[in-house]
């Protein structure tokens, strides 16, 4: 779930009111983390997962639409770049590599298991 939390962010959520103006859409936190609970769903649990992310440092990300459309606008323009995955979250099976990183580790290990023969024969 940490990866669902970290790349997602909220408008500012809270009262019904809010709520309906934004179509339930502020609470991606919460959709990210279930996505096939109910929007009053999503209402009743984005204080608890605001606390719980709180208690163990992990971001949450609650900012108003304006903020939040600025801050698009600055990463389409090229002022701003978006934000990073922190890599002390990031576990090594979940690690995307790329297709040249991966032809490039294996060229590593080729070179790393030729057998000293074949050494000779290439510097003759």
Not at 37 to 60: D, H, M, T
């Amino acid at each position: 779930y940490l990866r669902q939390v970290v790349s997602s962010a909220n408008f500012r959520t809270g009262g019904d009111l809010n709520d309906f103006m934004h179509g339930w859409l502020n609470y991606q936190v919460e959709h990210h983390l279930w996505p096939q609970l109910s929007a009053l769903s999503y209402q009743r649990s984005q204080p608890e997962v605001a606390a719980i992310c709180a208690k163990y440092g992990v971001p949450y990300v609650q900012e108003s639409v304006w903020i939040r459309l600025k801050k698009t606008v600055d990463i389409m323009v090229g002022k701003e770049s978006m934000r990073v995955f922190p890599q002390e979250f990031e576990a090594d099976k979940d690690r995307m590599v790329w297709n040249d990183q991966k032809e490039m580790e294996n060229a590593a290990k080729c070179i790393d298991n030729t057998p000293p023969e074949a050494e000779k024969l290439v510097s003759a």
